[in-house]
């Protein structure tokens, strides 16, 4: 896949985890972007835990994320429980007191 940042040096120091996946393999401060879409492209992304200045680059990219698996931790961080056809199971997250109200 060809996008328009294929030749462009990305700077490591503006994405922490593209600095993350570089440093494993080299002590370049700038990829091109066919680089840094390998490298996104083999890691296992969490987009609850990417900046959105990240993510942007993630996407320009042409990186599939699955959001499938960080729509559910967002729900475990944000409420400790999810309902399942229509049974709420609660997760050790949070404190009970925290969980008031919310089943």
């Known amino acids: 896949m060809m996008t328009n940042l294929d030749h462009t040096l990305i700077r490591l120091a503006d994405y922490p985890l ?10 370049a401060t700038r990829l091109d972007g066919r680089a840094c879409r390998y490298l996104y492209a083999n890691a296992t992304i969490d987009t609850a835990t990417v900046s959105a200045h990240e993510l942007d680059l993630i996407v320009a990219l ?13 729900l475990l961080d944000r409420f400790g429980v999810i309902c399942f056809v229509g049974l709420p199971l609660y997760f050790p997250t949070r404190s009970p007191s925290t ?4 089943a």
């Open 18 to 27: 593209l600095l993350a996946l570089a440093s494993k393999q080299t002590s």
């Open 62 to 74: 042409g990186v599939q994320v699955n959001q499938h698996t960080d729509m559910l931790s967002q």
């Open 99 to 102: 969980l008031r109200g919310i």
